[in-house]
């Protein structure tokens, strides 16, 4: 089992930024895609971004495209999620998530997932 811990949430005014981190341990990630989803109260979960194992591949929601970046840090088990020009419709708990194979948009469809952190946009 993979074990995810996100960090870097918190309360930001709109058209600022934040970077939000997953730290990931337990099996090895060979060929591991990483993923950020959001949740926001009474609404699906839905995914934002993923990126593949060699961090040459990326996916986004047409919603995030050009404001947030996904990224993998040198030794490939963090990912980082940096969030600029933030809008108050991107308030949600972020979460992180794992899955052996390509990125799929759908929740269901990963295994693996961190416990959340809160991301506050205010106006």
């Known amino acids: 089992q993979v074990q995810l811990v996100e960090s870097g949430g918190g309360l930001v005014q709109a058209g600022g930024s934040l970077r939000l981190s997953c730290a990931a341990s337990g099996r090895t990630f060979s060929s591991y895609t990483m993923g950020w989803f959001r949740q926001a109260p009474g609404r699906e979960r839905e995914f934002v971004a993923a990126?593949?194992?060699?961090?040459?591949?990326?996916n986004y929601a047409d919603s995030v495209k050009d404001r947030f970046t996904i990224s993998r840090g040198i030794t490939k088990n963090t990912v980082y999620l940096q969030m600029n020009s933030l809008k108050p419709e991107d308030t949600a708990v972020y979460y992180c998530?794992?899955?052996?194979?390509?990125?799929?948009?759908?929740?269901?469809?990963?295994?693996?997932w961190g416990q959340g952190t809160q991301v506050t946009v205010s106006s």
């Open positions: 998530a794992a899955r052996d194979g390509p990125p799929l948009l759908f929740a269901r469809f990963w295994a693996d």
């Open positions: 990126i593949s194992w060699s961090g040459s591949s990326t």
